[in-house]
C-alpha cells in the first residue's frame, strides 16, 4: 500500500493535471510580467535574531495526522496575530484535499501583512512553481523525497529566475546528502533547508533528527526545524542545536489564544 505522502503527491499529479486544463502556463506567465520583486524569505529566517532563533509561523486549518486542527479559521486574521506577535515569516497551506488549505490564502495573506509568505504545498511541476509567484507567493517549499533529484533542480532554478526562496525539505541522511550543495546563496539562487520532524511516509514525529542531520552539515549551512514542536523546552532545544529558524503550525494554530501560545514558546 502506497504511505500517506505517495498518496498525496500522486493526487497532486491528477490536481495539478486538472487545473492546467482551465490555466495555461503561458496564462500563468502573462500574469507575473511586472510584479514586484519577492520579499527576501531568505533573509527574514536566517538573519540573527535576539531571539536565537526566527520563526516562520504555519496558517494550518487541518492535516493527515491531526485532522481538523482548528474550526473557526479565519487564515487572515491568524496570520495579523503572528505577524503581531513577532513571526519573521507566515507559512500558509494550500493544499485543499490533505490540510482544507486554498491557494487564495496565500493571496489574501500576503496583502494583510507585511513579511514574507512561503506556500506550503506539494510541488511537483513547473506549472505550480508560477502558480504560486502569481499568487503572490515569496518562497515555496520543495519536498526532496517527493522529486526525482533532476526535477528537484531544474523546479529550483525556475523558482530561483521568479525571485522566489525555495524552502528544501529532508527527513533522512540520504536525501540530506543529496541536496546539501544546492543550499545557501548565490551559487543555485535563495535556498534554505528544511529538516522535517516528521516522517512524511508514517506521520511520527521525532525531534531528534534535527540534531541528527544538521550535525552532518557545516555550521553556516541555513536549517529551519520543521514540525513537531510544542512546548518552550523544544524551542530551547533547537536554538541549542543552532537552527536559523522553526517552521511552527498545529500548535499554534489548536490554541484558542494563538498570542499567548506564541508568547509562552517564543517570549
Ligand atoms: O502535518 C501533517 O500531518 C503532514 C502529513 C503529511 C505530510 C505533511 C504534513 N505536514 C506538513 C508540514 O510540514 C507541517 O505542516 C509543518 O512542518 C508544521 O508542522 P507542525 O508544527 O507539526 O504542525
Given at each position: 500500500?502506497?504511505?500517506?505522502?505517495?498518496?498525496?503527491?500522486?493526487?497532486?499529479?491528477?490536481?495539478?493535471?486538472?487545473?492546467?486544463?482551465?490555466?495555461?502556463?503561458?496564462?500563468?506567465?502573462?500574469?507575473?510580467?511586472?510584479?514586484?520583486?519577492?520579499?527576501?524569505?531568505?533573509?527574514?529566517?536566517?538573519?540573527?535574531?535576539?531571539?536565537?532563533?526566527?520563526?516562520?509561523?504555519?496558517?494550518?486549518?487541518?492535516?493527515?495526522s491531526?485532522?481538523?486542527?482548528?474550526?473557526?479559521?479565519?487564515?487572515?486574521?491568524?496570520?495579523?496575530?503572528?505577524?503581531?506577535?513577532?513571526?519573521?515569516?507566515?507559512?500558509?497551506?494550500?493544499?485543499?484535499?490533505?490540510?482544507?488549505?486554498?491557494?487564495?490564502?496565500?493571496?489574501?495573506?500576503?496583502?494583510?501583512?507585511?513579511?514574507?509568505?512561503?506556500?506550503?504545498?506539494?510541488?511537483?511541476?513547473?506549472?505550480?512553481?508560477?502558480?504560486?509567484?502569481?499568487?503572490?507567493?515569496?518562497?515555496?517549499?520543495?519536498?526532496?523525497?517527493?522529486?526525482?533529484?533532476?526535477?528537484?533542480?531544474?523546479?529550483?532554478?525556475?523558482?530561483?529566475?521568479?525571485?522566489?526562496?525555495?524552502?528544501?525539505?529532508?527527513?533522512?541522511?540520504?536525501?540530506?546528502?543529496?541536496?546539501?550543495?544546492?543550499?545557501?546563496?548565490?551559487?543555485?539562487?535563495?535556498?534554505?533547508?528544511?529538516?522535517n520532524n516528521r516522517d512524511l511516509?508514517t506521520m511520527t514525529v521525532d525531534l531528534n533528527t534535527?540534531?541528527?542531520?544538521?550535525?552532518?552539515?557545516?555550521?553556516?549551512?541555513?536549517?529551519?526545524?520543521e514540525s513537531g514542536v510544542r512546548?518552550?523546552?523544544d524551542?530551547?532545544?533547537?536554538?541549542?542545536?543552532?537552527?536559523?529558524?522553526?517552521?511552527?503550525?498545529q500548535?499554534?494554530?489548536?490554541?484558542?489564544?494563538?498570542?499567548?501560545?506564541?508568547?509562552?514558546?517564543?517570549?
Open positions: 500500500m502506497a504511505n500517506i505522502l505517495d498518496q498525496i503527491v500522486a493526487d497532486k499529479r491528477r490536481e495539478v493535471r486538472d487545473r492546467q486544463t482551465q490555466v495555461s502556463l503561458d496564462q500563468l506567465k502573462a500574469r507575473i510580467v511586472g510584479l514586484p520583486r519577492c520579499r527576501n524569505f531568505y533573509k527574514a529566517v536566517t538573519k540573527p535574531n535576539r531571539r536565537g532563533l526566527n520563526v516562520i509561523a504555519e496558517v494550518k486549518k487541518a492535516s493527515p491531526a485532522g481538523l486542527i482548528r474550526a473557526d479559521f479565519d487564515p487572515v486574521a491568524i496570520a495579523r496575530t503572528y505577524e503581531r506577535c513577532g513571526a519573521d515569516a507566515i507559512s500558509v497551506l494550500t493544499d485543499e484535499k490533505y490540510f482544507q488549505g486554498k491557494l487564495e490564502y496565500v493571496e489574501q495573506v500576503k496583502q494583510a501583512v507585511e513579511v514574507p509568505v512561503l506556500r506550503k504545498d506539494f510541488i511537483v511541476d513547473l506549472w505550480q512553481v508560477y502558480e504560486s509567484r502569481a499568487a503572490g507567493a515569496d518562497a515555496i517549499l520543495l519536498i526532496a523525497d517527493a522529486l526525482p533529484p533532476g526535477e528537484l533542480m531544474d523546479l529550483m532554478i525556475a523558482a530561483t529566475e521568479l525571485t522566489l526562496t525555495v524552502l528544501v525539505e529532508v527527513h533522512q541522511a540520504d536525501a540530506l546528502l543529496s541536496v546539501r550543495s544546492l543550499i545557501g546563496f548565490p551559487e543555485h539562487g535563495y535556498s534554505v533547508l528544511g529538516i511516509t534535527t540534531s541528527r542531520l544538521k550535525g552532518m552539515l557545516d555550521d553556516d549551512v541555513p536549517v529551519v526545524a512546548t518552550r523546552g524551542v530551547e532545544r533547537l536554538i541549542g542545536v543552532g537552527v536559523r529558524a522553526v517552521l511552527i503550525g500548535t499554534l494554530c489548536e490554541h484558542s489564544d494563538i498570542a499567548e501560545k506564541f508568547a509562552e514558546l517564543f517570549g
